[in-house]
C-alpha cells in the first residue's frame, strides 16, 4: 500500500527592519541560528548551505525534509528576509521564525503567512512572537 501524502503546507516570509549590523553581517552566527530555529519548529535538517559576502551580507539556507528555511541581508540597512516553508501539519514554520525574530530583535517586522497545497492560496498575517530562548 502507497502512503498517501497531504500536499498543504505553510510558508511564512517576514522582513525585519532595525536589526544590529554585527549580528546580520557574520554568516557563521546566522547558520547556527537557523539550525536552532529549525530544531525549535521540529524540523529535519538535510544540509546547510551559507555565503557571505563583501563588504557586507550573507544569505544561509537550510534545506529540510519538510522543505526549506532562508535568510538573506543587508546590514548596513538592517534589514534581514526570512523565509521558512513547510510541507505538512506536524511541523510549524511560524516557531522557526519566533525563534529568529527573538534573536535577532527588529525594531519593525511585518510578515505573511500562505497556506498553500490546498487550491488558491491563502494569505494570512500572522503575529510574530517572541520565542523563549534557553
Not at 72 to 86: K, L, N, V
Request: hydrophobic share 40%.
Amino acid at each position: 500500500m502507497e502512503l498517501e501524502y497531504s500536499t498543504f503546507g505553510r510558508h511564512v516570509a517576514v522582513d525585519t527592519w532595525g536589526v544590529e549590523f554585527e549580528l546580520l553581517n557574520d554568516a557563521q552566527f546566522l547558520e547556527a541560528q537557523l539550525v536552532e530555529a529549525a530544531e525549535a519548529c521540529g524540523a529535519t535538517v538535510m544540509s546547510v548551505q551559507s555565503k557571505q559576502f563583501e563588504p557586507q551580507g550573507a544569505t544561509v539556507l537550510v534545506l529540510l525534509s519538510e522543505s526549506h528555511l532562508s535568510i538573506h541581508t543587508y546590514p548596513e540597512r538592517g534589514f534581514a528576509a526570512i523565509d521558512c516553508y513547510t510541507c505538512g501539519e506536524t511541523v510549524d514554520p511560524q516557531l522557526a521564525i519566533d525563534y529568529l525574530v527573538s534573536v535577532l530583535k527588529p525594531k519593525k517586522t511585518y510578515a505573511k503567512k500562505l497556506i498553500r497545497g490546498l487550491g488558491e492560496l491563502q494569505v494570512e498575517s500572522p503575529e510574530c512572537k517572541l520565542a523563549e530562548l534557553v
